[in-house]
Structure formats: structure tokens, C-alpha cells
């Protein structure tokens, strides 16, 4: 069974950094792609990055320019940071490894940004 573990979540102001980390139990590769969503309250859960196994990155375009998702294949972790975060980030943000057969996910982790 594949787990992934969130970490780096908490308490920022409006115009802060914080850095998600997902640990993977499985190599990262396995994966076609892993991937940040967020779900913030009253809402659906959005994709946030992305990263394939080519390397390429996708990002929603409220977050374009201000976060960078990136992988360690040694450690098997994606990382997400987030920089010049605004209170509309606000949510739980979850890993999620996508494949051919299924998805996996994480167990959350709240970011939540104060003005």
C-alpha cells in the first residue's frame, strides 16, 4: 500500500514562505505523476502543481510565479514552496501520486494565511 506523508504545514502571514514536503513510501517514479491539491473550506479540491515523469510542471494560475513544486528522486519527496503567499491560500493541502491503475493520497495538511 502506498503512503504518502505531508509535512511543512502552518501558520503564515500574508506575504510569507512556507514549504510542503510528501514522502512517498514507493519511488516517486513509479508514478506517471505527483501532484499538490488544495481544499479550502465550502469548496472543491483544486489541483494546485503537478510534476510528471518527464519533469514538466503545471501550475493554476492563481499560484503561477509565486509557487515551485519539485522532486528528490533519492529521497522520494515532492516538495511544493510556497512563496508570497496571500490569505486565498488558505486550505488543506494534500499529495496525491497519480498512475495508470490508481491514485494515492495524502492525509492533508493545513496552511492557513492571516492578513
Known sequence: QVQLVESGGGLAQAGESLRLS?????????????????????RQRELV???NNGGYTHYVDSVEGRFTISR???KNTVDLQMNSLEVEDTA???????????DYWGQGTQVTVSS
Open 22 to 42: 510528501c514522502a512517498s513510501s514507493e519511488s516517486i517514479f513509479t508514478f506517471n505523476a505527483m501532484a499538490w491539491y488544495r481544499q479550502a473550506p465550502g
Open 72 to 74: 528528490d528522486g533519492a
Open 92 to 102: 488543506v493541502y494534500y499529495c496525491a501520486a497519480h498512475s495508470h491503475m490508481s
Open 49 to 51: 502543481a503537478s510534476i
